[in-house]
């Protein structure tokens, strides 16, 4: 029978078999005492098994409270199988199922889900992006060859429907590709969803008709259900082509409904992420986490930046995009969102440790505050970008286009770490 | 204006003020730079406010990967607020903003949502529990002064519906008040939902018919929309009271959606938990949670046991017990659900220091382990709490209690730590 195969980290002053074994036992049919019904059949069918073991360095503490009768805990990492008779198609079981009560087990003092693989079972059960990187470019005109280069309205949140319509017609006509609300923004006091998208849309709709250029713009549905419901509607009347949600604060299932509807190409900003993510022996990785977005139907996923204004490595940023593209079940890859103290300097490191261009690279102060306006933050990216493609480095771009030395001159220093 | 405040752990290699500044300002107006729309009027209305910083203790250690300069980390509690007008009633937004990317600052090496304040402007704008603690036991025919007994099928998985229906016939016949499917349970090969729900409900309708009692059964209707309208449906239709949701798996909105329609008690699993709190600097703690899910209508709510088998301390069990009670923009409380290798034996400690009976208290092994079968089980679960309340010691119950003295000879010595 197809099994699925979640790969973890742990950590445990036990013994590394009798640890995963405990693992298996709770994610299955196991419990802490024999019950009569857990014959050998059911075992052989329903039971988790463990199908791999390979040990790593042990440390003298242990990263999370747990179990403590030792002061050695090993680390390893630990494949876990099911057979998909367990879950069938259902998601949320399968999410409660890697990702459950085992993170409650005192037997471990570290233990962080990495990856999961589904088998064939699964191709054809779930339609995924509907639009994926490449349908997600051409929505907004964006050739092949170099990324969709995006802005966020800042200050994230307080102006006017007014206001902001007002700045996103001044970033169309600086030449961007997209523009996307702040995840702290949905509907505000003085900015009613409605309204904002009517007069927002109203400019991209202007723009279009006299350049054929369309601009896609993340309006922030996130909320309970029938705003999501009412909210994509207002985006679809108003001929918009893009939503954004707060993944982890609407939740897989209704991110999943509203995907489903595939007339939009979803935003997927994963806020929060911090939560499950930063302990580096505690939750969940990006591949595993970039699957389950993916299956919910996500076109578009943070990534975070190189060189970002947050805590992460770039190597992890780069696990991450590469970890977007990936093959999965035959599914359309995930356009990875790269943000977070961008300016277009990252675009050589960027470009040389990826080797992709179906990404969208977004800069907020790097565009807004440029020295040319955003006119020049936006041309600065662009020369960046098509730079860095064709191999060129950092200096002969600065050198050779006037804008992008300019980001050099004003964000060069303080965006290096 | 009214204002919410959000109260946080936080630990950082800066100064404390530096460090909520930081926190307040990437939570509202701020960005990395300063761009032209940020106002003194847009800030005062908008901009996140630190209304209070208590320094604790410092350590020489960070707690999670972060901006390393120093090495010393202070800890402090920290209170940030902000205005409704940022938010109004949109839960997934004020989630973004309560614990969004705040926890990606490199300016933080701990932090961690401790509970949040509410102001008069939402009363009345969310449901809350439709059935809350009372109205939860009345439907399973509890009456007060004890609380809700309950019990979990095991093997969590792989019995077929008549398998269980047959145990659940058995369970029904010893006297529980409340029986659930694990969470792993959704709908398994062997286990479609739909017959699991018409073969189960016949047997507690006609225990009801014949007695008057009606036991309480949570069926795990987790999965996508489609699927959980489809579920409760079927529970609804067949006559059952309650339905239970992996909350964290299937997210806020979509729990509320579902919660919304109030025909059924709702049971919230938290499988997952661990992921966001275990680590005592990162994520969330129990009282901010459970005013989240109680704001989406969530009736019942696990909070764990006194001497569990997993990892949290009853210091910390009590606390989410006091949570699920304590009041609330004048909603209904959350029913706690305790377990996690309880027996009854915890019965004496979970009166002692909760003074209350409105909980359901679930034995899993407990009950079907039971050396004079599930009925000797429940008939000494009923007996510890009986004695609890009238304040008799554990030794004395099980002196004048058959049935509860064999369940401290057969649990007792495993079930202290």
Redesign the interface.
């Known amino acids: 029978m197809d099994r699925i195969t979640a790969h973890y980290l742990i950590e445990t002053p036990y013994k590394l078999e009798d640890a995963a074994a405990v693992l298996a036992g709770e994610?299955?049919?196991?419990?802490?005492?024999?019950?009569?019904?857990?014959t050998e059949t059911?075992?052989k069918?329903?039971?988790a098994r463990v199908e791999g073991i390979e040990e790593l360095e042990s440390i003298t503490h242990p990263s999370?409270?747990?179990?403590i009768h030792n002061s050695k805990f090993k680390r390893a990492k630990v494949s876990v199988s099911w057979?998909?008779?367990?879950?069938?198609a259902?998601?949320?079981?399968l999410?409660?199922?890697l990702?459950?009560?085992?993170?409650?087990?005192?037997q471990f003092t570290g233990?962080k889900l990495d990856d999961f693989d589904l088998p064939k079972w699964y191709e054809g059960k779930f339609r995924g992006p509907a639009f994926g990187s490449e349908k997600t470019k051409n929505l907004a005109n964006v050739k092949p060859g170099r990324p969709m280069i995006g802005t966020i309205i800042?200050?994230?949140?307080?102006?006017s429907p007014e206001?902001t319509a007002k700045?996103v017609k001044e970033l169309i006509e600086a030449g961007i590709d997209f523009i996307k609300d702040d995840?702290?923004?949905?509907?505000?006091?003085?900015s009613p969803f409605e309204r904002r998208v009517k007069l927002i849309m109203n400019e991209i709709n202007r723009f279009e008709q006299k350049t054929g250029k369309k601009v896609m713009y993340a309006f922030?549905i996130?909320?309970?259900?029938?705003?999501?419901k009412r909210n994509y509607d207002t985006i679809v009347e108003n001929q918009g082509t893009c939503a954004m949600l707060?993944i982890?604060?609407?939740?897989?299932?209704?991110?999943?409904?509203i995907a489903d509807r595939g007339e939009l190409s979803i935003h997927g900003?994963r806020?929060?992420?911090?939560?499950?993510n930063?302990?580096?022996m505690?939750?969940?990785n990006f591949p595993a986490y970039a699957k389950l977005w993916r299956l919910a139907g996500v076109d578009q996923l943070h990534v975070?930046g190189i060189r970002n204004?947050?805590?992460?490595s770039d190597q992890s940023v780069i696990r991450s995009i590469k970890s977007c593209t990936s093959s999965f079940l035959g599914l359309k890859d995930l356009l990875p969102v790269v943000s977070?103290?961008q300016w277009g300097g990252q675009a050589f490191d960027t470009y040389k440790f990826t080797n992709t261009t179906n990404l969208l690279y977004m800069a907020?102060?790097g565009i807004?505050?440029h020295p040319s306006e955003p006119a020049g933050g936006v041309k600065a990216l662009k020369q960046a970008w098509e730079n860095a493609v064709v191999g060129k480095t950092l200096e002969e771009t600065a050198k050779e286009n006037k804008e992008f030395r300019e980001s050099v001159e004003k964000f060069g220093g303080n965006a290096k770490r």
């Not at 259902?90 to 079981?93: A, D, F, G, R, V």
């Not at 806020?271 to 499950?276: F, H, L």
């Open positions: 994610q299955s049919s196991g419990t802490f005492v024999t019950v009569p019904g857990e059911l075992k069918r329903f039971a999370i409270p747990g179990d057979s998909v008779e367990n879950f069938q259902n998601i949320p079981t999410i409660s199922t990702q459950g009560n085992l993170y409650e087990l005192r233990l800042k200050p994230s949140i307080g102006m206001e700045l995840e702290l923004m949905a509907s505000s006091a003085n922030n996130s909320g309970d259900y029938d705003t999501l707060s982890n604060s609407v939740g897989w299932t209704a991110v999943k409904a900003h806020n929060g992420w911090g939560m499950i930063r302990h580096p505690l939750g969940i975070n204004k947050f805590w992460e977070s103290g907020g102060g807004m505050a």
